[in-house]
């Protein structure tokens, strides 16, 4: 079973454009926006989320915030695991929420920490010790001029065979490797895992190259409708995942101007005209459904 395939086996989510959004990965202890909600939906999930990731201020998107932070402290479950959020830095709508919630909750059981963003900020999210970095890094994300907006990526920091040997034969590296250390016989590199959008125009290709699974904003079903800036089309984003090699593409924010069965009857077409040669799931309220698989 390919990566973008575990991933969404590990992601609970929920999309419905103008009311709410949120998605959680369990593997990662991540969530990803926190939508109106949020914790009901979860249920018992909810006490995952070691780290929430919010994309930009809308309502949509962080007005399941308090509901959140009130499950965790009064149902049963680990009450005292702490929670950092990450939010865009310089956000005059978050900055008051945050001053709000602080109000509305002074005394919560468990810790919790809000850390500010920017396109280039990374903040490892395994133990430093760890074999394989984690990383999440944050993106730029075209969605609002009057709101900072970021859109984040998880990356493992890996090494490969330094470019320059790539050629050699096999035995040659392997006698190489006997006289010769790991690291000088390889180079580090940032493998992309898993890229969440939020609510944005399309990403830049070159930031998101090769990734196991892409989560993007694609409100408008039909080029032709996309009257508004801010907002990714279907076309749009199946283009940039031709370009940006990605191995799965989830579908969010989709328009319920557009019913589920059009979805579905138009997204195959797409692909394949766009040249996608991935996997494609839609993400319609909390369904996940698989609605293209190359070869099938």
Request: glycine residues 6%.
């Amino acid at each position: 079973m390919g990566s973008a395939d575990h991933l969404v086996q590990m992601m609970e989510g929920y999309s419905k454009a103008l009311y709410s959004s949120f998605y959680l990965f369990k593997n990662y202890d991540l969530l990803f926006d926190c939508g109106e909600g949020c914790a009901a939906r979860l249920d018992r999930h909810q006490f995952r989320a070691r780290w929430i990731a919010i994309s930009h201020y809308h309502h949509d998107h962080t007005g399941g915030l308090k509901g959140l932070f009130l499950a965790r402290a009064y149902t049963k479950g680990s009450n005292d695991r702490p929670l950092t959020v990450f939010y865009p830095e310089s956000s005059p709508s978050l900055s008051r929420q945050r001053a709000w919630l602080k109000k509305e909750l002074p005394r919560l059981p468990f810790r919790l920490d809000w850390i500010g963003v920017r396109e280039g900020f990374a903040f490892q999210l395994n133990d430093p010790e760890s074999r394989i970095p984690l990383e999440l890094h944050a993106l730029r994300a075209d969605h609002s001029v009057r709101e900072r907006c970021v859109a984040y990526k998880i990356v493992e920091k890996r090494r490969r065979l330094k470019t320059e040997l790539a050629h050699l034969p096999e035995k040659e590296i392997a006698a190489l490797a006997r006289g010769t250390s790991r690291d000088e016989l390889t180079e580090p590199y940032d493998k992309n895992i898993l890229v969440y959008s939020g609510d944005s125009e399309p990403l830049a290709a070159d930031s998101i190259s090769d990734a196991d699974l892409l989560l993007h904003d694609a409100t408008f079903l039909m080029e032709e409708d996309r009257e508004e800036q801010g907002h990714a089309s279907v076309e749009q984003v199946l283009t940039l995942g031709t370009e940006a090699a990605v191995k799965g593409i989830v579908l969010c924010h989709i328009s319920h101007r557009y019913s589920l069965r059009s979805v579905r009857r138009r997204v195959p077409y797409l692909v394949r005209k766009r040249g996608f040669t991935g996997t494609v799931w839609v993400q319609w309220l909390d369904r996940l459904e698989c609605v293209y698989r190359n070869g099938s």
